[in-house]
């Protein structure tokens, strides 16, 4: 496990810790459910703690689950400029809980893998 880089500053009253938080562009409908099928985007991202901003994530992983978190399948994660999405197939899924399963690392080493439990609901 990698040490974290934060350390105090005698001299800063407040500082960031240099903590990821996932943020998922999901195409969802209002009531956190997406259609039943193929070919669905979902933007990966992150955030930091307050005060500390990211560096450029290096690397993204998405995978997902029908029975929380029991079989994964690997979502497709590509990249466009400074942008990654995954695609996932939700196809004959209609009625299935989605649990996502993310890992992100930024370009100083930070990284964060976080479950989501019933993200949403595929209709």
């Known amino acids: 496990m990698r040490e974290s880089a934060s350390k105090r500053v005698a001299s800063v009253y407040s500082q960031g810790i240099p903590i990821l938080f996932p943020r998922y562009d999901l195409p969802?409908?209002?009531l956190t459910t997406l259609a039943a099928t193929d070919?669905?985007?979902?933007?990966l991202a992150a955030t930091g703690h307050a005060g500390h901003t990211p560096a450029a994530l290096t690397s993204a992983t998405l995978a997902y689950s029908y029975d929380g978190?029991?079989?994964?399948?690997?979502a497709q994660v590509s990249q466009q400029g400074g942008h990654r999405t995954a695609t996932v197939d939700h196809a004959g899924a209609t009625g299935?809980?989605?649990?996502?399963?993310?890992?992100?690392?930024?370009?100083?080493g930070h990284s964060v893998t976080q479950t989501v439990v019933r993200a949403?609901?595929?209709r």
Not at 39 to 43: A, E, K, L, P
Not at 69 to 74: F, P
Request: aromatic share 6%; no cysteine.
């Open 69 to 74: 978190g029991t079989t994964w399948t690997e």
């Open 120 to 122: 949403y609901d595929v």
């Open 39 to 43: 070919g669905r985007h979902i933007g």
């Open 96 to 108: 299935e809980q989605v649990t996502p399963g993310t890992e992100l690392t930024d370009a100083h």
């Open 28 to 30: 969802e409908d209002g």
